[in-house]
């Protein structure tokens, strides 16, 4: 019975309202409401761009957001690495973050190399460029492998 009246509205709303009940239904993990609303959402036929351009444009500003996201995240987490620690015990802590950081950099030139892209393009659009910390240490192999394949997702290589 709740999916009949969650079904009735649906077709009513917008695209946009659309969405975002079938994303909070994602998020809810409610596979049932997510098919229903995708059912009510109006379908339609459009003359475009080739389908690889269109996927390549989305899944280069999908990357932008990605690597700027956990730049910004791993670059926070570095500045603040254990205040309150002191010698070993803070450059400890300070080097893994360092480690990441060069990893997440790392996995992005690998990328954007396989994608015959330059890297600093990407930085560019997610506001990251700019800001080249002169850090020494080795990529995390953990963190290098992670970025690479979810970058590598975003982009939908």
């Not at 709303?13 to 239904?25: S, Y």
């Not at 996201?69 to 893994?96: I, P």
């Amino acid at each position: 019975m709740k999916n009949n009246i969650i079904f009735k509205p649906h077709p009513k709303l917008t695209p946009p309202e659309q969405t975002n009940l079938a994303f909070a239904a994602a998020m809810r993990q409610d596979e049932a409401e997510v098919d229903l609303i995708l059912s009510a959402v109006e379908r339609r036929t459009y003359i475009t761009t080739h389908v690889d351009y269109h996927t390549r444009t989305h899944g280069l500003v999908q990357l932008s957001g990605v690597f700027g996201t956990f730049y910004w995240k791993t670059f926070f987490k570095l500045s603040t690495a254990h205040l309150s620690k002191t010698g070993e015990a803070f450059d400890k802590v300070a080097q893994r973050y360092i480690n990441q950081f060069i990893a997440l950099n790392t996995a992005l030139n690998n990328v954007c190399k396989s994608l015959q892209i330059d890297s600093e393009d990407i930085r560019k659009f997610a506001e990251c460029s700019g800001i080249n910390p002169k850090f020494e240490g080795v990529p995390d192999e953990e963190f290098l492998e992670q970025y690479t394949k979810l970058f590598a997702v975003a982009v939908k290589v």
